[in-house]
């Protein structure tokens, strides 16, 4: 058996292993704070999780939608995957592959950039003006917990208490397991 398929059975095993809540922060940054600070000071992070809770998906308005910005954003999303296209059948050109590459890398752009504008197009056609707007989603947690496997939570325990940034988030304690 190779390596990385011990390894992800070991991920599998901790997965399913008892894990306890060590802390709980309002935002990532505190969180990863949290687990970096116990990394600098040789914990087995691996043995730690970070886990948003109560999760909210808000969509923020970024403005009016119409064929001419449809087309600009098709024509953004379009522009990259060509180039890339057009350059990877540009380096297997052997006897001139930079001049190539480049120029094909540019065609690539160009199309992508025309075939995207016109199915940005196409797509807020067959809308029909249901959505006249243009957003951008994100999922957000209220709060994240970072959780440590009960064989080492202990350990975790007294090395966040250690810091003054983190006394009174830790909410756990060896008492309180069983």
Request: charged share 20%; hydrophobic share 45%; aromatic share 10%.
């Amino acid at each position: 058996m190779s390596d990385s398929f011990a390894g992800k059975d070991q991920g599998a095993a901790r997965q399913s292993s008892s894990r306890r809540t060590l802390a709980t922060f309002d935002s990532y940054v505190e969180a990863e704070r949290a687990v970096d600070y116990l990394s600098d000071r040789r914990f087995p992070v691996d043995r730690v999780a970070i886990i948003g809770h109560d999760l909210s998906l808000v969509e923020q308005v970024t403005g009016r939608m119409n064929y001419g910005e449809a087309a600009w954003r098709g024509a953004l999303a379009g522009a990259l995957p060509g180039l890339l296209i057009g350059w990877i059948f540009g380096i297997f050109n052997w006897i001139n592959p930079l001049i190539t590459g480049v120029l094909l890398a540019l065609y690539g752009l160009i199309f992508g950039a025309v075939v995207g504008a016109l199915f940005g197009m196409l797509v807020y056609g067959l809308q029909r003006g249901r959505r006249d707007f243009a957003t951008i989603q994100t999922v957000l947690p209220s709060s994240y917990e970072v959780v440590v496997e009960a064989e080492v939570a202990d350990e975790a325990a007294r090395l966040l208490e250690r810091e003054p940034a983190f006394r009174g988030r830790v909410s756990y304690s060896p008492a309180s397991s069983g």
